[in-house]
């Protein structure tokens, strides 16, 4: 294993308190580890108009969509750790229409169930939805490439069967979660 | 614009003689730029049992399905040129099942759109089949991990409404493309 | 609130240490309230070549392919607790196909799934695969009406916004759930 | 065969001259015998603002979704011979849009097979559409109930092979059934 | 109305009693009034290895599927009336999977239905089904043409919400079509 | 092969060189033949308030939405060179919601799209957008008959694995198309 990798897996490990799967079942492939991970990255953890527990919540609802077992456990747990909240990340697997979420979010995740599900019928419609919503173009731009990113990311965990690790299941339900 | 990202796009203008306009559309956000172009290189110039013709073969055929406009007709000009065929990436866009490729080939686009449409009922049936025709498990990574990067990429092409630049309608269609 | 149907929701409390808010839900008309829970405990209480938690498997996959909140929050931990398994539930619902489950029971929620989502499909071929799987005439019943009913639960607690009570997201998660 | 079960047997044959398949295929589980018949007439013979005819055309349309052919047959032949209109069950199976019902009814089967075939998508802007067309919340329960209690029928019929009596396809298309 | 076109209907006319609408439908356009009903005679009145219920069977199976109320209702008559039997008509239009038919009519109805939905992934496989059954290649292009035709029709009739004639409802439902 | 037909083949060579292979596939059913190419004719070949070029759009469109290998060769050649435009085809047959067209040609595809796809919807709200786009009863005829036809045709093409000479792959494509 490459160096920069081992180095990439040890802090994660050091983070979490456990190797996440994904990072070893990529890292059979340096390079789409190294872009793979570089391109998570610019999109999750980059200031903007989204937060990060929002950022979570397209993964999880459009991972949902597209049955990834690993991305909808994962990032379910990074959910309910990001936004306080032990329920949002089951309901928003379940069915998003009917989830504890805002009008502005309820717009997001149209918007981004549509790129997951059918993208070449976005058009002029659905960006003057988000823009009656308070979204910038480059909200906009974030919820698509997130919700294509996962379209891959999903593609990969379904296709090599990843599992996730047995902790992320009960990460963020406690009662810690709420406070 | 940084400088790394105006070099690759100088060089990629200095091969082909235009520039292609995905350079464009991703350049505002250099980050991902810089990973989607490291992402697509490792999978598309990689080594293995898939030619470079065949890889392209995937890109026509999933982009088609997922209606991209600009990867259609880019990637369909490439594959013209390394297939040297000027036939194949209309047939494979319109209906890959009746194209002129072999059973080998054709059961990996069978594979392929598994992956791009369906990806959640992949398995052993899945494998098996393409362990029949002679495929590695390396070479399946590389199938279906091209179909989830332009899952991807057909959707921020959809959703940024990228065009393709003139030049590609035409290219490896004249007499010297079967030459 | 009729005498018997108030009994019947102070049993369940007695129980369970809270209401399910389906008894609520339905509690405003008395006759198919009864029909209602008369219908579930006859398919779900019944003896048979199925288990109590195999029962529950089909409710959680079936009610997650209809995208029931409800149905999947609350009967996903009737399945942990029956089980003793804190993951099962939830790789039911994102996933059937890749959960941890025998090849007996993958058969019977390929069969639920059918019943679920294409009913008019369902002939001899179905059973036979079945029927090779060990179940019986009177097994495939089960697995069908079970899935038959809730169909209808499942088209009830959406239509009426039916929203699980938040024991159930957490209820046999713990570590008492392994025991 | 438990007594009340003969009895109702009895009561429908009396009345009806014949006895319709559903009561014998039901029939050998006693219990859910009871309920099915219990729920359906709560839900059928209930009084309300929905007429009789009406209830049937929701079974008709939203099993023919299901291509049930019990349910089409033997409620076609009910809804003509309480609507006194030998064509409206044919139309309705074929394609309600088309029927010759008036705008309310076309509501009332628009909200029918919503819940019939995407439940999940329910929610206020079904319910404000069926306000305009002057429906209470209890005759939008009782559309969705009825909608519901058939996705459990159909599925039901549709795996037990149910068959229609030969004498419903020809009730209520005579000349009677017009007077 | 020009000539032909007029004595055509009258003809029609003189040999059912009624005038069926398409003929009136159509009318407004001459030319392509000829070319439909002189294709619609090609298909429907050659001899070969169907026979002419048979051919009807494929008109009332797809015509359902494109729910077409013209075509199930007119083509229904038709076939209770050529295949001297009152059911028939009603079991294909609900579910054909299901209907009192043989083998041979089930693959021949399953391979209809394929071209009628899904014409794009017709190839070998199909072929051999239907050879396996006894079809010649000319039964073959028959069974598609016919599915093929009615694909077209379908599609008029929907859209200029053609009417089918009072007369069709109850044609070959009494007893003497059972004679 | 009759006299008619070998002159009609005859004709259509001298014109464009070579003998579109559809003729050829064809020619063994003389009457069906002669119906077809007389319904195409009295359908392209139309004065009215579509161009030509703009009947051809609708092939293209809906030839691609049924896969149609032939169709969308061969029409997508003429579209080239009625529309003296070597980018239309390709960009109709990807998607025609992202193509350099008309919003009233959009318009039209949109219905055009309908009646090839979910003909039984087409109703009073279609006819409303295009009666908006000022489009006559008599153009809306035409739009819905030529996607039925070619309904029809997609369908015969697809199963008899019709392919497209050679010649229509380039046709339109060069610098001379444009003037």
Redesign the interface.
Known sequence: MPDDIRTRIEQVQAKAGFIPNVFLALAH?P??F???F??HD??MDRAGGLTKAEREMIVVATS?A????YC??AHGAILRVRAKN??IA??L???Y??SDITPRQKAMLDFAMK??LE?????ETEFETLKDHGFSQDD??DI??I???F??????A????MRPN?EF??LG?GSSAKG
Chains 1, 2, 3, 4, 5, 6 share one sequence.
């Open positions: 492939r390079d789409e190294r872009a793979f570089a391109y610019a999109l949902s597209n049955q990834c077992h909808v456990i032990p329920y089951d309901q697997a379940i069915n229409r009917k790129v997951a993208p070449y019928v976005v058009g906009m731009w698509a490439a919700a294509a990113f379209a891959m990311s999903n593609r990969l379904n296709v090599s069967d047995d299941y009960s339900r």
